[in-house]
């Protein structure tokens, strides 16, 4: 077992740090280097707070899907063929309903400020 | 290069003494683009050169050429197409490599301004209807008098973009999904085979306080179905948060559609629509390919890795076009 504090702990001190103390000192190329440096450190920090239960999810609707067992990678790899041979599509039950639940996962962490996210992330709570 | 670039200016400008303020504003391995000032006692002239510097004269496969983009340019200008007059077109003499100079046209190309920003609100209200008419005036070409370039049709379109999302080796079943939709629903080759500018959207289109004041970059261009266009500059990546207004974030399709047969063309709704699923999983693709670059080191940017991670954007996106739900 690794000790704490946990990486989520350390990547938000590091973003939280750079955003507070050193962005405010920085103009031009140099800001503008650092915003994508601390959106990086943002996105990892929601990835290990986030990936753990998605990813679990994921896989189960995916191997209730597909009667499948085997690694996230190899589920997803068999879904994509299935699709791509038309031998599921958006009229399999179940289907259209995984494949918006995983993208909002996506969105969850690469970009929860997409407008399109905002928008069917509010609806699904609705 | 501005020792070469003053001789060159000063041999096909008439009193033009030299140059000035030469800057890079961007430039790959292959092709780089200067803003500079024609120095000339009656007022300097505002120019940009694109060129690919001796050595790298060789297109990407999908690029036009620089030579082709600068005739392009001068046939869209004749045609009354908003466009920079192109001033020169290089030589070998002129020991600059190939490339064209052309007039630096002033104006906005960065969306978030164009979309935000209070003088160009006059703008906003006219930009969609315009640029269905600057469209329309693109397909409108007459053939006869365009460079070679490479023919598109949907179905090499739909393969090309399969056959690099699956050399990633990383599953995406939207892609699939979409890739499956595409071929599904592939329209064939249109009535009518045209110039297509290949990438019509925010960032090659200069905009003014009362509108679009020119189209750059024709790198892409090609023939192939004019209805590519008017769907790819309603892809939603291009919408810069105000996903409403499908045409760049500051129009509606039924106003692109109603400027576009103003000028004697017609809308194909179901093939621009068509080509809307396509360009957002084009998009999609470009984004994984910009992550391959970073990954195989010829760029090892943050920005590069962080693409990446926008391809999910354009799932999200056709998942709205293609399995949208009740609201």
């Known amino acids: 077992m690794q000790d704490e504090p946990t990486p989520i702990e350390l990547t938000k001190a590091v973003a939280d740090f750079l955003r507070n103390e050193i962005a405010p000192g920085l103009s031009g190329h140099q800001a503008f280097k650092l915003r994508v440096a601390v959106n990086i450190l943002d996105l990892v920090t929601r990835q290990l707070a986030l990936e753990q239960g998605s990813d679990g999810a994921e896989a189960a609707r995916l191997a209730q899907l597909l009667d499948l067992n085997g690694s996230l990678f190899e589920l997803n790899r068999a879904l994509a063929d299935r699709i791509a041979d038309g031998k599921v599509d958006l009229t399999t039950p179940g289907l259209p309903e995984h494949l918006w639940q995983t993208t909002l996962d996506k969105l969850a962490i690469d970009q929860p400020n997409y407008a399109s996210y905002k928008r069917e992330r509010g609806r699904r709570n609705e | ?327």
């Open chain 2, 1 to 327: 290069m501005e020792a070469e670039l003053g001789r060159c200016v000063a041999s096909f400008y008439p009193g033009a003494t030299g140059i000035a303020g030469a800057t890079k504003l961007s430039g790959g391995a292959s092709q780089e683009t200067w803003s500079f000032d024609i120095v000339h006692p009656e007022g300097d002239i505002g120019a940009i050169l694109r060129r690919a510097p001796t050595g790298f004269g060789a297109a990407p496969r999908r690029a036009a050429g620089l030579n082709n983009e600068a005739a392009l340019m001068h046939l869209a200008y004749q045609a009354g197409v908003p466009s920079p007059r192109v001033l020169h077109v290089l030589a070998p003499e002129d020991d600059l490599g190939t490339g064209f100079i052309m007039e630096r046209v002033e104006g906005e190309t960065i969306a978030r301004k164009i979309l935000r920003d209070e003088k160009f609100a006059i703008a906003r209200q006219h930009l969609a209807r315009q640029l269905g008419r600057v469209a329309a005036g693109i397909h409108g070409l007459p053939r006869a008098e365009l460079p070679q370039l490479r023919e598109m049709t949907s179905t090499k379109e739909i393969d090309e973009l399969g056959r690099e999302y699956h050399s990633f080796d990383w599953p995406r079943p939207v892609f699939e999904l979409a890739l499956r939709w595409l071929k599904d629903n592939d329209p064939g080759p249109p009535e009518e085979v045209t110039l297509v500018h290949g990438d019509f959207r925010h960032g090659n289109l200069v905009i003014g306080p009362v509108g679009v004041r020119a189209v750059l970059d024709w790198e892409l261009a090609h023939f192939g179905d004019p209805m590519e266009d008017l769907g790819w500059i309603c892809v939603n990546s291009w919408r810069f948060g105000e996903i409403d207004k499908p045409v760049g974030g500051f129009g509606s399709r039924e106003e692109l559609y109603g400027g576009y047969e103003s000028a004697g063309r017609k809308v194909d709704a179901d093939r621009a629509r068509f080509w809307e699923v396509m360009g957002t999983l084009r998009w999609g693709v470009m984004c994984c390919g910009m992550m391959q670059r970073f990954r195989d080191q010829p760029d090892h940017s943050m920005e590069r890795a962080m693409i990446g991670r926008r391809a999910s954007e354009t799932e999200i996106d056709l998942m709205v076009l293609l399995a949208p739900r009740e609201s």
